[in-house]
């Protein structure tokens, strides 16, 4: 069974950075998308990013200019490098991981069909 383990939240002024880090373990496959998700309180979960198994990295708009996924496929880990945050981008992140169909696939900008996600891991952005 895969699990995922995410580190590196906390709380920190506007402006400032944070990096958010996954660990995979337990039957990962080649081929795996792997990416963030994050759930603000009173919202739904949201894309953030993701970076499939051929290095090709998704953002959503709002976090484009200032975040930054990268991911080791031999260590079966992703990070998520943010810069610049703002009090919208407060909320839980999430680790996910998935396989859309071939190394070079878009991954699904959809929750539901993620098949593997870590426990989360709170971001708190201060004004």
């Known amino acids: 069974q895969v699990q995922l383990v995410e580190s590196g939240g906390g709380l920190v002024q506007a402006g400032a950075s944070l990096r958010l880090s996954c660990a995979a373990s337990?039957?990962?496959?080649?081929?795996?998308?792997m990416g963030w998700f994050r759930q603000a309180p009173g919202k739904e979960r949201e894309f953030v990013s993701a970076?499939?198994?051929?290095?090709?990295?998704y953002y959503r708009n709002s976090v484009k200019d200032r975040f930054t996924i990268s991911r080791d496929n031999a260590k079966n880990t992703v990070d998520l490098l943010m810069n610049n945050l703002k009090p919208d981008d407060a909320a839980v992140y999430y680790c996910?991981?998935?396989?859309?169909?071939?190394?070079?696939?878009?991954?699904?900008?959809?929750?539901?069909?993620?098949?593997?996600w870590g426990q989360g891991t709170q971001v708190t952005v201060s004004s």
């Open positions: 996910v991981m998935g396989n859309f169909g071939s190394l070079r696939a878009t991954p699904s900008r959809d929750p539901e069909v993620w098949r593997y």
């Open positions: 970076q499939n198994w051929a290095g090709t990295t």
């Open positions: 337990g039957g990962t496959r080649i081929g795996n998308a």
